[in-house]
C-alpha cells in the first residue's frame, strides 16, 4: 500500500515549494536561504535507508550546487571527534525525527561548534529531531506504518533534490539545469507510477531469489547508493542475506563468490559510465552469475536465464528515485513468497528511539 502511495506522496512533498520551473526561495522556511548562501560545507548524518538518501544527495549536492557534502551515519558520528566548521550546513534525515542515533550525533555537533546551522528532513514535523533543529522540512509523506521504509525515503529524496536546487539558487549557480530538473521533477508522480508498472516483471523475477540464501545488488556513481537500499530492503523483509557493490569493485573481491546460486540484481540507467558497467556485468555472466538488470530503453544485453527489465524514461537526475520502485516491489515479492512478516520484520521496530 506505502509503495503504491509513492506518486501522492511526492505531488504532497513538492506542494507549495516548487513553481513551474523554480523553486520558491520560501521552500525551507523564512530563514534558510540567508543561511543557504552563507555555508561553505554540508555534513548529512543519518541511519538506515535515511542514510541511503543521504549518499545520493551527497552526488546531488556536489553536482549542482558545487558545495562539498560528506555523509556518516549516526552511530558511528556520535563517538568521534569530528571537525565541525563555522560554515558548515549540519543535515539530519530521519522518517521518524525519534532516531537516538541521529538525535545524539546532532548534539554532539552543536557541542563541537554551536556557530554550525541545523537543518532536518523529518516526515514528523512536531518529532525530538524538529525540536533541536534551526530549520525543519517536512516531507509529508503521510504516515508510514510499514518498519521497511518506501515512501519516506522517496519524498526525503524529493526533498534532498529541493535542497540541492535552493543551494544552488542561492548562489546563482546552474540557472538552466535548475530549470530542467524541476520540470522533471513536476513530471516525476506520472514516471513513478510508469515504475510501479513493473510489478509484473518483478513477480517473474521474485521466486529466482526467494530459492536462494544470497543476493548482490550492484550499480555505479549515484546508483551505489540505491543498490544499497535495495539490498536493505532485501534484506529487513525476506530475510536473505544481499549486499550492494559499486559495481567496478567486483574484481577486487566479490567476483569470487559468483556462481549460479548467487543472483546479480543491476542497475543500468544510461550514463557515462554505462558501458563500464555493462563489462562488469559482463563479468559476472561469464562467471555463471544470473543476471536481473533494470536498465535504460537503449541499453540491450543478452541475459541469458535473468532478465532484462526496460525503465520508464525520464530526466537522468530523476533516476535514483525511479528505479528505486521496482527493487521495492521485488523485496515485496520475495517476501510474499517466503511467506514473512512483510509490515513488521523480525527483531525490528519502526521508530529506533534507543541505542
Ligand atoms: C528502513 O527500512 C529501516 N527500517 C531503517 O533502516 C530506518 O531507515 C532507520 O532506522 C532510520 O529511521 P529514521 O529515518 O526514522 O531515523
Known amino acids: 500500500k506505502e509503495i503504491f502511495e509513492q506518486p501522492q506522496a511526492i505531488r504532497d512533498t513538492l506542494e507549495s515549494r516548487i513553481t513551474k520551473n523554480t523553486v520558491l526561495v520560501g521552500a525551507f522556511g523564512p530563514n534558510a536561504n540567508k543561511i543557504f548562501s552563507q555555508i ?3 555534513q548529512i548524518i543519518a541511519c538506515g535507508t535515511s542514510y541511503n538518501a543521504g549518499i545520493v544527495a551527497k552526488y546531488w549536492i556536489e553536482d549542482i550546487s558545487k558545495i562539498p557534502c560528506n555523509v556518516e551515519v549516526a552511530s558511528e558520528y556520535r563517538y568521534r571527534n569530528p571537525i565541525l566548521q563555522d560554515d558548515t550546513l549540519f543535515v539530519t534525515l530521519s522518517q521518524s525525527g525519534e532516531t537516538a542515533d541521529t538525535i545524539e550525533a546532532l548534539k554532539t555537533a552543536n557541542k563541537i561548534n554551536k556557530n554550525i546551522n541545523t537543518l532536518c ?7 525530538s529531531l524538529s525540536r533541536i533543529s534551526d530549520i525543519t522540512f517536512f516531507t509529508h509523506a503521510g504516515p508510514e506504518i510499514g518498519v521497511a521504509s518506501t515512501k519516506a525515503f522517496t519524498t526525503q529524496l524529493a526533498g534532498l533534490m529541493l535542497l540541492a536546487l535552493s543551494l544552488a539558487k542561492s548562489r546563482d549557480l546552474n540557472p538552466v539545469l535548475r530549470g530542467r530538473i524541476v520540470k522533471a521533477l513536476r513530471l516525476l508522480p506520472e514516471t513513478i507510477a510508469e515504475s510501479l508498472l513493473s510489478k509484473e516483471q518483478m513477480i517473474e523475477i521474485a521466486p529466482n531469489i526467494a530459492n536462494k540464501d544470497n543476493a548482490l545488488f550492484l550499480g555505479r556513481g549515484i546508483f551505489y547508493p540505491i543498490a544499497k537500499e535495495g539490498a ?23 567476483l569470487a563468490l559468483i556462481d549460479e546460486n548467487m543472483p546479480v540484481i543491476a542497475l543500468a540507467p544510461e550514463s557515462e559510465i554505462a558501458e563500464k558497467l555493462i563489462s562488469n556485468l559482463e563479468e559476472v555472466k561469464a562467471r555463471g552469475g544470473t543476471l536481473y538488470v533494470l536498465a535504460d530503453p537503449s541499453i540491450n544485453m543478452d541475459v541469458k536465464a535473468g532478465k532484462l527489465v526496460h525503465m520508464p524514461k525520464c530526466d537522468f537526475f530523476m533516476t535514483p528515485i525511479v528505479y528505486n520502485i521496482p527493487l521495492q516491489i521485488l523485496s515485496y515479492e520475495v517476501a510474499l513468497l517466503r511467506g514473512t512478516d512483510i509490515d513488521q520484520p523480525r527483531n525490528l ?7
Open 40 to 42: 561553505k560545507q554540508v
Open 121 to 127: 528532513i523529518t516526515n514528523s514535523a512536531e518529532s
Open 232 to 254: 536493505l530492503k532485501l534484506k529487513e523483509i525476506s530475510y536473505i542475506h544481499a549486499e550492494a557493490y559499486p559495481a567496478g569493485e567486483l574484481k577486487h573481491g566479490p
Open 349 to 355: 521496530a519502526k521508530s529506533v528511539t534507543v541505542e
